[in-house]
C-alpha cells in the first residue's frame, strides 16, 4: 500500500517570503501521479499541482512549483512570493497510473500561514 | 460553470439518526467519490462509483451506505449515526478518460454528531 507523509504539521512564512512544504511517499510503483492540494479556510479542495512520474521536469504553475525526487521518492512544493491568500492546508497526494486507478491516498497535511 | 454541489453544508445531529448527504455535479463526470477529513489525518476514501451500477467500497466503509440514484448524484447515508463520525465529508467527481484521475471536490459538508 502506498503513504504519503508530510511531516510539517504546521508552517509559517512572512509576506513575499519563499517556503517550501515536504512531501515523502512510499511506493513500489514507477508510474504515478503526485498532487499538491491547498484547503483555505473556505474549506474548498482546490488543485495546486500535479507531477507525472515519468516526467524529468519539474511542474511549476507561476508562483507554485515541486522539486520532484524520484530516488528519494520526495515531492516538495515551494512557494514564492508568499501572499495572505495562500493562508491554507496544503495536502500532499498520490495515486498510482494506468487502468482503473482511482485511488488519491493523502497525506495528513501541512497548516501554511502568511504573515504580514 | 459546471461543479460539483454538496447539501447541506453543515448539519448537527444526534446519536442514532440517520442522515444522508447528497452531491450532484454538472461537470459529465462519470466516477464519484466519498471521503472523509478528520483532524490531523487527511482524507480518507469511504465510497467510490465508476458508474450508476458499479459501487465500491473504499478504506472507511463501516457504518457508511451510498446511493447512486444518476451519472450525476451521488448519496452518502449513516444509518445511525455516532459521535465518531463527526467530520467533514467532501464528495468528489472525476472523468473517466482523464489520464491522471484529476478529481473535482465539491465544498464540503460539516456533519457533527452530538
Known amino acids: 500500500a502506498q503513504t504519503v507523509t508530510q511531516s510539517q504539521p504546521e508552517m509559517s512564512v512572512q509576506e513575499a517570503e519563499t517556503v517550501t512544504l515536504s512531501c515523502t511517499y512510499d511506493?513500489?510503483?514507477?508510474?504515478?501521479?503526485l498532487f499538491w492540494y491547498k484547503q483555505p479556510p473556505s474549506r474548498q479542495m482546490i488543485l495546486v499541482i500535479r507531477?507525472?512520474?515519468?516526467?524529468?521536469q519539474n511542474a511549476t504553475e507561476n508562483r507554485f512549483s515541486v522539486n520532484f525526487q524520484k530516488a528519494a521518492k520526495s515531492f516538495s512544493l515551494k512557494i514564492s512570493d508568499s501572499q495572505l491568500g495562500d493562508t491554507a492546508m496544503y495536502f500532499c497526494a498520490f495515486k498510482r497510473s494506468g487502468g482503473s486507478n482511482y485511488k488519491l491516498t493523502f497525506g495528513k497535511g501541512t497548516l501554511l500561514t502568511v504573515n504580514p | 460553470d459546471a461543479d460539483v454541489t454538496q447539501t447541506p453544508r453543515n448539519r448537527i445531529t444526534k446519536t442514532g439518526k440517520r442522515i444522508m448527504l447528497e452531491c450532484s455535479q454538472t461537470k459529465g463526470h462519470d466516477r464519484m467519490y466519498w471521503y472523509r477529513q478528520d483532524p490531523g489525518l487527511g482524507l480518507r476514501l469511504i465510497y467510490y462509483?465508476?458508474?450508476?451500477?458499479?459501487?465500491n467500497k473504499g478504506e472507511i466503509s463501516d457504518g457508511y451506505s451510498v446511493s447512486r440514484q444518476a451519472q450525476a448524484k451521488f448519496s452518502l447515508s449513516l444509518e445511525s449515526a455516532i459521535p465518531n463520525q463527526t467530520a467533514l465529508y467532501f464528495c468528489a467527481t472525476s472523468a473517466r478518460t482523464s489520464g491522471d484521475n484529476e478529481q473535482f471536490f465539491g465544498p464540503g459538508t460539516r456533519l457533527t454528531v452530538l
Open positions: 511506493t513500489s510503483e514507477n508510474n504515478y501521479y
Open positions: 462509483s465508476f458508474d450508476v451500477k458499479d459501487i
Open positions: 507531477q507525472e512520474a515519468y516526467k524529468q
